[in-house]
């Protein structure tokens, strides 16, 4: 194991430029910040359109949400570019966290009515666009990270009209309280496999829950337990996200 004040977290945002519309740089900054107030370096680089990625130089890979036009593009040069290496950083225990249109783009496709989106093929799911009503409000569902039985809340804000469909094998990161989730009847939000992530909670994600934040900090660095930080106003942020979701 790593200590934690000679570690140093390495992420690599996801086109950071173009898959960004939803405070998705506030997940970076809160990954950033924790990192900094417990001494654990943190490097952070970025891959856009037509540029590969190392699967060994990094220790977190971020995707997070854009417009459709820029999903399409992103969506097309995962495949080209950096499909093989996200496949073979996974494998290796490397966190992949997909947020949103992130998360979207962890499985095989996205249906768009005629049109088809491939995706990373990393877990087993699709989505497909609905023609009904979006699925938006906020959202809090109950999550077992460690498989220990020891659940926590994770809360946030979902805006989406792709319905996402789990392949049988395939584990949701939580359980619905409030909200939609996936297609708003399987009563199951995101995915995981492994060490890849995907949820469609954001708002940002993290600066409304500072634990996962630490978890991810901890489970990409391999250790079993950070130092506390005084997180009076992170405790206060999640409990206004799961007030607003009525949890």
Known sequence: MAEAGRAT??????????????????NLLMLERRCEWRSIGFEVSAAGLGEGVEPDAHDLFYLGGGQDRDQRL???DLVETKRDALHAAAGRGALVLGVCGGYQLLGHRYALGDEEI?????VDLETIRSDGARLIGNVAIEVDLDGDGRRR??????????HTHLGPAERPLGRVLKGHGNTGSSGLEGVRRGSVIGTYLHGPLLPKNAWFADWLIAAALGLDALDA?????????HA?????AGV
């Open 9 to 26: 977290l390495r992420v690599c945002a996801l086109y950071p430029d173009l898959m960004n519309i939803y405070a998705d740089r506030g």
């Open 153 to 162: 809340v994770l809360a946030g804000f979902e805006n989406h009209a792709g």
């Open 118 to 122: 491939p995706g990373l093929g990393l």
């Open 229 to 237: 930080l005084d997180d009076r106003f992170e405790d206060a942020a």
């Open 74 to 76: 992103c969506a097309l």
């Open 240 to 244: 206004e996200a799961r007030r607003a």
